[in-house]
């Protein structure tokens, strides 16, 4: 039975974060029902609003940008300029009221603005506190600043990725939203240590940590046999066929990995017994793997006459496991994704109509909701600072004024 | 001892390879008990991957199960057998979370949907990790993580900046995308898991390993919907990021903002071509990346990756070397971090493995063998289930553990 | 250190269970060189079958295989696959002699037919052990440990002397008869090895497990054609009398065949009147009226302990027996002065005791010298030393679920 | 080329009943020249023995020598000489034999051939690369070695009767020659690496065979279980540890029974198949192996009321179809109206002298190459004086009518 009650419900979350790592994490919190409280100033806006790290757009002004949108759905916004004294104590006593905060500024900043958990576990001895950086927040290299790319190249994984011969690839926003999730799977814990034990704690987040974790079975392989592999396009140590292969189109591509015998054969019987398909040195996973250049030349002289839909049909028919590589285009018209409603309108008060992504997880009982566009600037200055800490209109105005609340 | 944050938390995992057992990975090594179905006789098909220590392929020296296998319990069982059906169910009213990643046919075959789960274990989380979901025309389609990571939109965005659109879009050698599924299914079932401390709702999570990952390349696949911009490998998916070959190697720049840039040039001893106009703002720099990435590669030549790396931090320029497997595992923030850690293992001996990203200053990340192959079979069916000595042996002779 | 009888002698072992590993673990425990293939995965059934140590069901724990496979180098193989394949054809070359219990069909689906083999290593003693044999209506017939000695008709007449024909008739006790056809492969075998060292010509010997066990009861059955007599368990399958005579403490066997023997067992009675019957003097006599003797008997032994009643005939030359039962065997100081129980040191089972062998050699004694194999335990060993695959090609193999 | 492979060897049988003799045979079977000596003083008991055939047979002792049928199934492809080895002359006769020999073969009781000179420390001194193999109940050495035994005998103390049985009925040794052809297997087993290490080392050696031994190994899987976990395992009739349905079942018929095992759930599901799936077949408690063999007794009965509604011959044949392992109990009269035996030729016929014509089994293995055969019937007693004394041994007739005048030759 669905009710619009969601897991998070109940808690609050005081967001001190910008750009992508850090608002990723409250996202997913919000998304679950959190009350996420973004903490903004003038001084120091979220360079989200202002442009966009991929197309290098820039919005006309601070609430067009559909990036910030994707980035801050159910989010409340206010403004403090957390270089003045007041806004600091304003800051605190939203901490009294919540039971997470996170921030992902460079290490030791919150602590020098009186902000760190130390300072925040005195007036909220329970809070769950995050803080997330490049590498760290000890360690020789804690005051180092990084971006996704950054937190690629230092885990390794920049090194695994690209053609065999080419340069490394450092991916994209991805790897922020990994470190991202990994974030809110540790609060998430922390909660839930929290509700047994009624206990709070501070999390110190190393991205680039969050990055290497995905391949320690690679660094293993070093810690074992002092092996450093290499990037080597789609291919893979054991399967083969394993790789995208050209189909009929302008730039349409498809992935097959076949991993036993049996599904070779599937395979071979579904594109028509061709004679090269019988050949003695691609009958077992050992022979196909030792000519898997050949085999992918051979394949590629098969895909390149069918659309990559109809060799997904045709192989998936067989049991081979055969996926175009989708572009995000592709992806928008796809039947399935469609039937699963992965993506969501929401109508933005600037923007008119926004595509966002729906929750990737479906939960039966307590699902994961969008319910509202990213906040506009500032949107909830009298909420939170009126209804939340109790004060009067004159004295929100005055800290306008004084440019506390800025 | 230090406490733990999921003690006392329940989880029987019927998964194998990646994305399901990585997700079970990261409640066993933050406390939770957690229960491994393996098949009898070979058990997870990691124990059959590389790499191996000291290359000797032996299913209990797979350094793949190793790590995703840490702190788990062991046992082998087969569930299509009637006995296997009623041990497994057993095992289900046991846990607090069931994570699965069986097609969902064999699934409703074995009688093991949601439902009839439910009816067993109201208070049950279940969590199913498959390529497409539980619903869709796709939902019985074969995947591999290759499949996956193009399925999900994210190969066709690599590599980014390539020239030769001739060749084929990529993922990354390793399994770090169906990691990521299970970080993410991981995140959704300990979500699920708060409020049944006080309410004891049980709920089912359908992930589809496709939408985990599309929700990672989210901002660049929304580009479409939003602008009508198709994101490719044609372009660099960051504007104001290029790598440039250098002295030792390869270096990640960034110029994104006006600090950013002032830190490159000072990073450069200030050259004078970074006062040409085209570089004053941010706008005319991404236009212009070509001509910088063609000023700074001389420069680069003479300079190893750490020299740029140290002086370019240190003056505000987030530059970043693209180290190798080995110079990540020997990086000295990772050591002054304990990242690695050693475990010891009855049959692999002692090993250092990454453990975790994050620092839980109350409830730590800590470290625990895998399992060898029905290493807890006695534990769990004897002690647990209170099966006799006698009945295991005979079992064990059935096929059925 | 003593010689070994078949030293340098080449096996190579596609067998699995009792009967193929029985046979090959004999050639072994005199010096040949076994290597035993076993499936990825699993390994030999004989893995999951008890006894286990401490009830454990582990498959390095188990009783059975370890006995079975002592002294062998143990690989794991899927011949099935096409580099699989290749890699048994060269193991064919440096073999002597290949013991295999596949089906008939399975061997030719994947082309190990004798006449392929037979090309490649010419000199090839390729012992084929099946249920029926490789030729013939039941050629692909499928029959476990309990169909062979009723299909040899050792079944039909056990229990002998049985009270009661409506019972059921029944097979040796655990794998006995197992065991009986791996020894008749294994004499075929080495005989066919006698043949090769005089000739250097290799052959195909076709072990019908069936037959093996029906040589046991050549007499008994040979008996309806040449006697018209058709034995059962019931009537005429032995002349020793029936069901063994209950004593005190168990039971024993009498078997006053010969008339000499006969009296002597008379005196250890004590002469009772009913034993004074000149019916009872002859063979046939005490054969006709065996009935009404073995009553008698049964009488007398219930007034007696077994150790008595053995050690007292034995002891006046009327072959007697104990029913010995597992640790009446183990505690047998005549087993413990002939040297029969030899302990063997397995990695996860530690010391166990296990048979010396056949007989004591003088000069080629019996050697457990190595404890059965852990599964792949010898992977290394063979693939890069002997057939010399690169470590990398291993790791490659290992996941293409070749070895 | 079909070459005998024992062609050139020759083996002296200083034996009696069942262990020595087919100890030679199976030597015989390919080609060894085997020279049984006997006397008319000690003669092998097998020959007196006889039985009055039919459908109710009653032993009975045989006044010709050459008229017991189990002596020629047990003596095929043999010479017979006679040798009363009382007498110092015959044993010097034998020795002379001995030189020209390769192996010897005794089962007498421990000792007797020594104590007549016979031992191997006295042939070895005649012929130095001996293989000289004594085989007896509970060996040559040790406390017991003066005991002697039949096979129930050796069967029981090596623990075999203990395991074989009726679950409620009392131990079942092992019935006629089974396991003394056993033994004889085992010792042509040890005779044969003996030639093959002689064959490269040029040394012979004696082989000491304890009967009961040879059983003990053959059933130590269930004695494991005691030196493993203290368990001692005991009878339990056609049973097996795991598998289930796993017994004989009656059929149509006089005495006719199936016996039927089934070892996994495919083999479950087509047997269920092949039997018209019965609704009980269908029901839980038989679903897998574990279940099936806890619930073993109901499984049995319900199988039985099907088999008993068909012919032994049609439930094989029906079961062997759907891949379900089922053979029926073979009665003596089966083997000679079975298929597949006809055609794999297990049996032969000889023309014997005396008795006329006898059908013998053949040897149980085919080589391709060098196949064993039957060549003759059992040598009557002392058909060979001539060939072995005369030819053999180079002496002339008079010489050899004296010795027979003076009951060495006897």
């Not at chain 1, 608002?23 to 806006?45: D, H």
């Amino acid at each position: 039975m669905e009710t619009n009650k969601r897991p998070l419900d109940g808690i609050r979350v005081i967001d001190f974060s910008q750009v992508w790592a850090g608002p990723y994490a409250t996202l997913l919190l919000a998304l679950m029902g959190a009350e996420v409280i973004k903490v903004e100033s003038r001084k120091r806006i979220d360079g989200s609003r202002l442009s966009s790290l991929t197309t290098g757009q820039r919005f006309s002004g601070f609430d067009s940008s559909t990036v910030y949108n994707e980035l801050n759905l159910n989010k409340m916004d206010i403004c403090l300029d957390l270089g003045q004294p007041k806004a600091i104590e304003l800051a605190k006593r939203l901490v009294t009221i919540s039971d997470v905060a996170l921030q992902n500024f460079r290490p030791g900043v919150m602590d020098r603005l009186g902000l760190g958990y130390e300072a925040l576990s005195e007036v909220k001895p329970n809070i769950i506190y995050l803080s997330s950086s490049a590498c760290g927040s000890t360690g020789p290299e804690r005051a180092y600043a990084g971006y996704a790319p950054g937190f690629a190249s230092l885990s390794g994984l920049a090194s695994l990725t690209g053609y065999s011969d080419g340069p490394p690839f450092t991916m994209g926003g991805r790897i922020d939203l990994i470190s991202a999730t990994t974030s809110a799977f540790a609060i998430v814990a922390a909660l839930n240590y929290r509700a047994r034990t009624g206990e709070g704690q501070y999390i110190d987040l190393s991205s680039s940590e969050s990055i290497s974790v995905t391949i320690g079975d690679v660094l293993m392989d070093y810690t074992m046999n002092r092996r450093s592999r290499r990037r080597d396009g789609n291919h893979d140590e054991v399967m083969a066929p394993h790789n995208c292969y050209r189909c009929k189109g302008e730039d349409d591509w498809i992935s097959i990995a076949i991993s036993n015998d049996e599904e070779w054969r599937a395979f071979v019987n579904a594109i028509g017994n061709l004679d090269w398909a019988r050949d003695e040195k691609f009958q077992d996973a050992f022979s196909r793997k030792q000519n898997e250049d050949e085999l992918d030349r051979l394949i590629s002289q098969w895909t390149i006459n069918h659309t990559k839909y109809e060799v997904m049909d045709m192989l998936q028919k067989a049991g081979v496991a055969a996926v175009p590589s989708f572009s995000s285009e592709d992806l928008f018209n796809d039947p399935h994704l469609k039937e699963r409603g992965f993506a969501t309108e929401l109508e933005h008060p600037i923007m008119g109509k926004t595509t966002v992504l729906s929750p990737p997880w479906k939960l039966s009982a307590t699902p994961a909701r969008i319910t509202r566009h990213a906040p506009l600037f500032g949107e909830h200055n009298n909420y939170v600072f009126g209804e939340l800490l109790g004060m009067s209109q004159e004295e929100i105005e005055t800290l306008m004024e004084e440019e506390v609340i800025h | 001892m230090s406490e733990k944050a999921l003690e006392g938390t329940k989880v029987l995992e019927y998964a194998s390879f990646i994305s399901g057992p990585y997700c079970s990975k990261l409640l066993a090594d933050l406390g939770a008990e957690v229960i491994k179905i393996e098949r009898t006789g070979v058990g997870d098909e990691a124990r059959r991957r590389g790499p191996f220590l000291g290359d000797i392929p032996h299913p209990e020296r797979s350094g793949l199960f190793l790590y995703l296998n840490t702190n788990k319990k062991g046992i082998t069982l087969d569930p299509e057998t009637q006995t296997g059906r009623k041990i497994f169910l057993e095992l289900v009213r046991w846990a607090d979370i069931l994570i699965e990643d069986k097609p969902p046919k064999e699934m409703e075959e074995l009688g093991f949907t949601y439902d009839k789960l439910k009816e067993i274990n109201p208070q049950l989380i279940m969590t199913s990790i498959t390529p497409f979901g539980q619903t869709g025309p796709y939902r019985d389609y074969k995947a591999y993580p290759l499949n996956v990571v193009h399925g999900a939109g994210s190969g066709y965005l690599a590599p980014g900046g390539s020239q030769n659109l001739e060749r084929e879009p990529v993922k990354s050698t390793s399994f770090s995308d169906d990691a990521a599924c299970g970080i993410s299914a991981a995140f959704a079932t300990i979500c699920a898991l708060l409020p049944r401390w006080s309410t004891g709702v049980g709920q089912y999570i359908d992930v589809s390993k496709q939408e985990a990952l599309m929700a990672m390349d989210q901002v660049e696949l929304c580009q479409y919907p939003n602008e009508g911009k198709v994101a490719s490998r044609k372009v660099d998916p960051r504007m104001a990021i290029r790598v440039t070959p250098c002295k030792d190697g390869d270096m990640m720049i960034i110029a994104m903002d006006d600090r950013q840039w002032k830190g490159l040039v000072s990073m450069m001893d200030e050259p004078e071509w970074t006062k040409d106009e085209i570089f004053k703002d941010i706008l005319s720099r991404m236009q212009h990346m070509g001509e910088m990435l063609k000023n700074v590669a001389p420069w680069a030549m003479q300079h190893t990756r750490d020299e740029m790396y140290h002086t370019g931090q240190e003056r505000g320029a987030p530059v970043a070397p693209i180290r190798s497997i080995e110079e990540a595992a020997n990086w000295q923030q990772f050591k002054e971090r304990d990242f690695f850690v050693e475990i010891d293992h009855p049959k692999a001996g002692r090993i250092s493995y990454p453990s975790a990203p994050y620092k839980l200053s109350k409830t730590p990340w800590e470290g625990g063998a895998a399992p060898l192959l029905g290493q807890h079979n006695e534990e769990v069916y004897s002690t647990l289930l209170g099966y006799s000595k006698e009945d295991i042996v005979m079992m064990r002779e059935a096929g059925v553990i | 250190m003593a010689d070994k009888a078949l030293e340098g002698v080449k096996v190579l072992e596609y067998a699995s269970f009792v009967t193929g590993p029985y046979c090959s673990k004999l050639l072994a425990d005199l010096g040949a060189e076994v290597i035993k293939i076993e499936r990825p995965g699993g390994g030999d059934e004989a893995r999951c079958r008890g006894p286990f140590l401490n009830d454990i069901p582990h498959p390095e724990r188990s009783g059975l295989f370890l006995y079975l496979n002592t002294n062998k180098l143990g690989i794991t193989l899927d011949p099935e696959t096409q580099t699989g394949k290749k890699i048994f054809l060269e193991l064919l070359k440096w073999a002597d002699i290949l013991i295999e219990d596949k089906p008939p069909r399975e061997m030719e689906g994947i082309g190990l037919t004798y006449d392929k083999l037979k090309e490649i290593n010419p000199q090839l003693i390729m012992t084929s052990i099946t249920p029926f044999g490789q030729f013939g209506p039941y050629q692909d017939y499928k029959a476990y440990n309990l169909n062979i000695p009723h299909g040899a008709g050792g079944g039909y007449l056990t229990p002998g002397g049985s009270p009661n024909a409506e019972r059921e008739p029944l097979k040796g006790g655990g794998f006995f008869d197992d065991h009986i056809a791996g020894l008749s492969a294994a004499t075929v075998t080495v005989i066919a090895f006698y043949h090769r060292i005089k000739t250097g010509s290799g052959q195909h010997v076709d072990v019908s497990k069936q037959e093996a066990l029906m040589a046991l009861n050549r007499t008994e059955i040979t008996n309806y054609p040449n006697m018209d007599t058709i034995a059962t368990r019931v009537v005429g399958s032995s002349a020793l009398g029936r069901r063994p005579p209950p004593c005190q403490n168990g039971y024993v066997q009498i078997a006053a065949l010969l008339d000499w023997h006969w009296v002597s067992f008379k005196e250890f009675m004590g002469n009772p009147r009913w034993a004074q019957d000149t019916k009872f003097d002859t063979l046939d006599g005490r054969s006709e009226y065996g009935n009404e003797m073995n009553d008698n008997i049964e009488e007398w032994t219930r007034g007696h302990t077994k150790e008595e009643i053995f050690h007292g005939l034995q002891g006046r030359g009327v072959p007697t027996a104990m029913i010995c039962n597992a640790a009446e065997v183990m505690s047998s100081p005549q087993y413990e002065e002939r040297g029969f129980f030899v302990e063997v040191e397995h990695p996860e089972m530690g010391k166990v005791v296990c048979p010396r062998g056949l007989g004591i050699l003088s000069r080629t004694p019996w050697a457990l010298e190595h404890p059965a194999p852990l599964l792949g335990q010898h992977n290394r060993e063979v693939y890069t030393r002997l057939l010399g695959y690169t470590r990398e090609d291993m790791v490659r193999m290992r996941e293409a679920g070749v070895i | 080329m079909t070459g005998r492979v024992l062609e050139g060897i020759r083996a002296v049988e200083f034996g009696q009943f069942y262990v020595g003799p087919y100890t030679s045979e199976a030597l015989a079977y390919f080609g060894a020249e085997v020279i049984k000596v006997e006397s008319i003083r000690r003669p092998d008991p097998t020959r007196w023995f006889g039985s009055t055939g039919g459908p109710d047979p009653k032993i009975i002792i045989l006044t010709d020598p050459n008229k017991s049928v189990g002596f020629n199934e047990l003596n095929l492809n043999k010479l017979s000489v006679n040798l009363d080895l009382t007498k110092p002359k015959a044993v010097e006769l034998a020795k002379k034999i001995a030189e020209v020999s390769d192996v010897i073969v005794e089962n007498n009781r421990p000792g007797v051939l020594d104590r007549l000179g016979l031992s191997y420390e006295a042939i070895r001194e005649v012929k130095p690369d001996i293989i000289y193999l004594s085989a007896s109940c509970r060996g040559s050495t040790g406390p017991e070695r003066n005991y002697a035994g039949f096979a129930p005998i050796f069967g029981s103390l090596g623990g075999l009767s203990e395991i074989t049985g009726y679950a409620d009925g009392p131990p079942a040794p092992p019935i006629g020659g089974r396991t003394d052809i056993v033994c004889g297997t085992a010792n042509a087993f040890s005779i044969i690496t003996a030639l093959i290490h002689r064959e490269m080392t040029g040394k012979g050696q004696y082989i000491d065979n304890s009967d009961s031994e040879v059983i003990s190994c053959l059933v130590w899987d269930t004695i494991m279980d005691y030196n493993l976990n203290g368990r001692i395992q005991t009878r339990r009739g056609n049973k097996d540890d795991i598998f289930a349905p796993h017994d004989c079942y009656r059929c149509k018929g006089e005495d006719d029974w199936i016996s039927i095992a089934i070892s996994n759930d495919e083999e479950w599901r087509a047997f269920a198949g092949a039997i018209g799936n019965p609704d009980w077949a269908k029901e839980e408690r038989f679903q897998d192996a574990y279940l099936r063999k806890k619930n073993e007794e109901e499984l049995d009965r319900l199988i039985s009321q099907w088999t008993i509604s068909h012919t032994k011959y049609e439930v094989m044949d029906i079961l062997q179809k759907a891949g379900v392992a089922a053979v029926h109990s073979f009665s003596s009269k089966d083997f000679f109206s079975d298929p597949h035996l006809k055609e794999r030729g297990a049996f032969t016929e000889v023309e014997h002298p005396v008795i006329g014509r006898l059908t013998v089994m053949n040897p149980p293995w085919k080589l391709s190459a060098t196949p064993a055969e039957i060549v003759r019937h059992a040598p009557l007693f002392g058909e060979h004086n001539n060939y072995v004394f005369g030819e053999l041994l180079g002496m002339s007739q008079e010489e050899i009518k004296a010795l027979m005048d003076e009951q060495v030759i006897y």
